[in-house]
């Protein structure tokens, strides 16, 4: 792909747009605020998107991506832009490691799965085309397959029930038990196909029988819970004062997490008939105008997967940042990935 770092767009190389469109670009670039001088880190580079709309505005950029493929796609970018985009193989957990020695200036977050992904079957992160049951962002380490084949069934109750909230995570675990005995899951539409045949569409759903499961292995297989709480304490870290945390999620559970965070960071006192003697704190993170802001329905008819964006956003302030404590995030309390082995 090849950016034109004078218009804001990204294009394929035979001149078609590319099949990302990052969402509530306007709105992230207002509470981001992107200028000359200033670095910004962007931690789900993707297909370029947030990345080429903040070099337009003249600021440089720090991006990172776990996905090899995103990558890959992104050394014309690189090219393209003199120098200032750094595009690192990273997990963004990790993003106070690659911020430079006097902080960064902002951090934007676009949590979740990418169009590009969704559309290559080989990565398995759809049930509607058929390929191996992956789901792998980083292209290593435990698969969706390896869950499914090797997890016990109460560990798929409760990854399917929390992570992918679905009423019938026992009747979908026990009936992969019983499968996987006799033949192991391969593919998606091995797993799909399964899940309908368990718990059939019925006239008035709204969403394929198999979208909530495959969402709590996609979120499982990639910590994204943990990734994303790791990533707001790093950017506390790495934020210079006046620095802006910019985060767009796509799911309930990804947005709780923020929420909390920038709740937690706000230094109002919290409390209850319980525990009377809560002290207030300095506040880390100032609000950046709305609380909460949603795609326009002019964007969400444009673009689908901007329906259920939530942006939140927060300015850092001079104060301290706090100790690192992930008991904060009330995050569900799963098997380790490592216990089950790939």
Known sequence: MVANLGGGSVSEADGGPVRHI?????EVLAALEPAPGKVILDGTFGAGGYTSAILNAGADVI???RDPTAIAGGQALVAASNGRLSLIHSEFSRLANHAP????????????VSSMQIDEAERGFSFQKNGPLDMRMSASGVSAADVVNRAKVSDLI??????GEEKQAGR????????RASEPFQTTRDLAGLIEIVTPRKAKDKIHPATRVFQALRVYVNDELGELAQALLA??????PGGRLVVVTFHSLEDRIVKKFFSDRSGKASGSRHMPMVHERAATFDPVGKSMVA????????????RSAKLRAGSRTLAPAETEDLSIFDLP???SLGKIGG
């Not at 990052?22 to 306007?26: E, F, I, W």
Request: charged share 30%; no cysteine; glycine share 10%.
């Open 295 to 306: 795609a326009s329905d002019e964007e969400a008819d444009l673009n689908p997967r901007a």
């Open 22 to 26: 990052p969402v509530l670009l306007n």
């Open 63 to 65: 991006a990172l991506d």
């Open 172 to 179: 979908i675990a026990r009936a992969i038990e019983k499968k």
């Open 101 to 112: 020695a006097g902080g960064l200036d902002g951090v934007v977050l676009d949590i979740g």
């Open 333 to 335: 309390n799963l098997t």
């Open 235 to 240: 950017a506390e870290r790495a934020l210079k």
């Open 158 to 163: 409760r990854i399917f029930g929390f992570l």
